[in-house]
């Protein structure tokens, strides 16, 4: 139909809406609009479209309907379409936002805020056991939860870190293990375990993708995500693999790393301060990759820096420890 | 098409050229398109070592990172 008649018989049905809206208090969608169907010798052909719900809605159908079985029939596309709600962000932020990550959380689980007493504050990645010793175990970084080797054995550990408002009330385990930094070079690994203490190891094992499934090597260009305490849930892929001599300053120096794991941000940066000691695992097989400890200031999707992290492989083996599932 | 272990060969060319320069910070493995490749990060691309685009036929990559620090808050 010509635009002109297409617009005619927008309005007379409308009409009928708003009359039926005048005298009841109806609900629902009563909606038109003009659509192209095709163009021809002599330009565009235009039909109505009638998107209804709800007893508002019947209405606009009722009318639609009678005007379908006239000459312009053709040219309508009538479809019932449920209840319209407007896309708006919850309000509330889930288990996996940074504002819920930084808290004080019971039972503890993954991504969540913790360190030594002495550090600011990192990532709670995964819970472990050790072989030959009773109790469930954190895992995280050695520069989280031994503040890089100048924690003693037993300091407490604290959830939500110190940066993050814990005290030494909020002391949910110890230092029990870290594998020592060697500022010659030659690391692998940025890795410790803490003890937790009896009435905070019945844990939560759950990531945004579910429960892990085991650990993998990692792969070039594979699909990865983590959840840590300052950026929450992101996704990444693993850009480059077995990196040499990755010089990462730590608060005591340079220290350098062989074997390492880089990982690009899906759209923006993959992690900030805070997220280290996160778990990178592949969504598709809930398997972990890679422990996060360090990123870059550049590089990336659209230069946000770049991630880096040892092959948990690695770091399960030279902690002796053994992922929880 | 370059796979995994001429990459790795070639990786080892390539640190033989840059062992030690403070101005590189990692030496791996990646891909461009279906070929694996070697990455080099620098801290400065306006300020690296010279090298060649491809060691062994296998390209090498040269991206700029900036430095790399520990990821606490």
Redesign the interface.
Known sequence: MHIDNARELKARLLAGVVEAASLEAPNGTASVGISVLGRDAEGPRYGLAVRYSGSRGEVLADSARALADTAAGSELDIREIGLVKALTAPTEPGTWAPESLQRKVRPLHPGLSIAQQDVTAGTLGAFVTVEGSDGMFALSNNHVLANSDQAALDDPVLQPGPHDGGTAADRVGRLARAVALEAGGGNTVDAAIALLEEGFDDVDLSYPAGRLTGWAEPDDEIAVEKVGRTTGWTKGRISAIELDDVAVQYPVGVVSFDGQIEVTGETGAFSAGGDSGSLVYRPDTREAVGLLFAGSERGGENGTGLTFCNPIGLVLSALGATLVL | MTDRDAA?AA?SHV?ELV?GD?R????????VGAD?AV?V?VVDDTDCPSLPRDVDGVQVVV???????????
Request: charged fraction near 20%; hydrophobic fraction near 35%.
């Open positions: 790795r990786k640190q062992g403070p590189v910070n990692g030496v791996g493995l990646t891909h694996w990455k990060n991206r700029a990172v900036g430095r790399i620090s520990v990821r606490a808050s």
